[in-house]
């Protein structure tokens, strides 16, 4: 098969290959300690497995609280998809301190570096040449798709793929709990600082303000659910 040239139809070693003639940034992550949300964001690629066909997921992931900001599934492997995940996370209105990725060509690439760039307080970081432990928070990220998901699935169609990834990280993010995060869900850790902030507003707000209309309601009326 070698002579002639021949290959199975499957997905290559490498999800990301790197380009010699892109620039590359040094690994800020060395001894750092995440201890708050926004601190560092971490991207990565895999693949997905559907019936004869392979596509190509990245995700933007929060490191501290491991909640998946945006995401986004391909069909190839050009930048333009990793691009599309960053501003869609971006355009959520929250920036982080740090951005970690490897050293593949789609995040080294111009068309990745300048949405990073349009935001000049991001200090970008890349992992070591080979080193995927650099990236452990987003591999393990990968894992729990791969056996929660894809591997339980066989995905007919892109549509189908995209659909049913799409329930799963909603899963991920609101209900699936953590073991490290004291067993609640990532978006519970990720907004928690805002829902502080909203409780402490409630503190301030007259008591009718404060009460939900429908409580108010229920209160007052005898409910068939009593």
């Known amino acids: 098969m070698r002579v002639m040239g021949i290959s199975a139809i499957c997905p290559t070693k490498f999800t990301s290959r ?28 895999t693949y997905i497995r559907a019936r004869g ?9 929060d490191w501290y609280s491991r909640y998946v900001i ?14 599309e995940s960053l501003k869609s996370a971006l355009a959520k209105g929250r920036i982080p301190e740090i951005h970690n990725s490897d050293q593949g060509s789609q995040f080294t690439s111009d068309t990745y570096i300048s949405v990073l760039k349009e935001h000049p307080e991001i200090k970008i970081s890349m992992d070591g040449r080979g080193r995927c432990f650099d990236n452990i928070f987003t591999e393990r990220l990968w894992r729990n798709v791969k056996y ?12 189908e793929a995209e659909r049913e990834l799409a329930k799963y990280f909603n899963k991920y993010n609101n209900r699936r709990l953590h073991q490290s995060l004291g067993q609640r869900p990532p978006a519970e850790i990720y907004f928690q600082n805002e829902q ?31």
């Open 18 to 45: 790197g380009n010699k003639q892109h620039l590359k940034y040094p690994y800020l992550l060395k001894g750092l300690r995440i201890e708050r949300p926004d601190q560092m964001w971490g991207t990565d690629i």
């Open 53 to 61: 066909f392979w596509f190509y997921l990245t995700a933007i992931m």
């Open 70 to 83: 945006s995401w986004k599934l391909s069909r190839t492997l050009t930048p333009d998809f990793c691009a």
């Open 148 to 159: 929660e998901e894809v591997y339980l699935k066989d995905y007919q169609s892109f549509e």
């Open 196 to 226: 502080n902030q909203q409780q402490k507003n409630r503190l301030i707000l007259p008591e009718t303000l404060q009460t939900n209309p429908v409580e108010i309601y229920l209160k007052n009326t005898d409910s068939v659910y009593e």
